[in-house]
């Protein structure tokens, strides 16, 4: 029988159909010749794995918490800094400077220097006696503000004119219209890239092991990484990566519904 004689949707669903077959053939193969003794042994040491709890979870907690205190201070100066960008004069040119420097910046670098570099160049910081990783978080919100303000800004210019010039027509002045009217309204419209932007925000925690962290204040990839070089054996990093999977897939899975709300809306 000819191809060309069956209808357009079966013959969709037949390619369907032999592309799934090719692809599960693929894995088979794969699985069968695997060398799966020394996969358990290096990756799925069940005694190494068991080994992790409870610490794996303090490490999870400390990723979440690290997480959620960049996003929401990195929140808050990225509402200022998309204020300031969108004003004129100096404050302008400071917002400037401030978003492109720590864009530009590998947020790497930017942890590095504020865990190290700053304190070491202020003593009355080193007196402190305050982990690096604390000081590595707020590199972290920096470079969390510098790219949401960006999209606050955008939000912020998304927002219809006519509702800046009809607060203004009943009386408010131009900063309670921004925050009771603008803000709000522009905050909703950039829903779906804050939540992407949190998401990647929780995986570049994992940077946060550059500044050293005590057996408590460590995340998730320290965590891993100290009890890969503990026990010589790839298991802690599986672990880890599993812990990741269980925290980042419900939030990029809220990002999807986001994201189809809001065009369902438009």
Do not use: C
């Not at 010039?165 to 309204?185: D, F, K």
């Amino acid at each position: 029988m000819d191809m060309r004689d069956i209808r357009p949707t079966v013959r969709r669903r037949i390619s369907r159909m032999l592309s799934y077959l090719i692809f599960l053939g693929l894995i088979v193969a794969l699985a069968f010749t695997a060398d799966w003794a020394l996969i358990t042994k290096v990756f799925l040491n069940k005694d190494i794995a068991l080994g992790m709890f409870p610490g794996v979870f303090r490490a999870a907690l400390n990723t979440i918490l690290y997480t959620l205190i960049a996003f929401v201070i990195g929140l808050v100066l990225a509402i200022v800094l998309a204020l300031m960008k969108l004003s004129s004069g100096p404050f302008k040119w400071f917002a400037v400077g401030f978003i492109e420097l720590f864009r530009g910046l590998p947020a790497l670098l930017t942890i590095f220097i504020m865990a190290f570099a700053v304190p070491m160049a202020f003593e009355s910081l080193r007196a402190l006696r305050i982990e690096g990783v604390y000081y590595g978080l707020i590199g972290l919100v920096f470079v969390t503000g510098a790219y949401t303000a960006e999209i606050i800004r955008a939000g912020i210019q998304a927002v219809p004119r006519g509702q800046h010039e009809a607060a203004r027509s009943l009386g408010m002045s131009q900063m309670r219209t921004m925050i009771t009217v603008i803000l709000p309204q522009a905050i909703r419209i950039v829903i779906p890239p804050l939540t992407n932007e949190l998401v990647m925000l929780l995986k570049d925690t994992s940077l946060l092991f550059i500044a050293g962290a005590t057996k408590a204040n460590k995340e998730l990839t320290q965590f891993g990484r100290d009890g890969m070089s503990s026990h010589f054996n790839s298991t802690p990093l599986l672990v880890v990566a599993v812990f990741y999977l269980i925290i980042t897939i419900p939030l990029t899975y809220l990002v999807a519904r986001l994201e189809k709300k809001m065009a369902v809306k438009q």
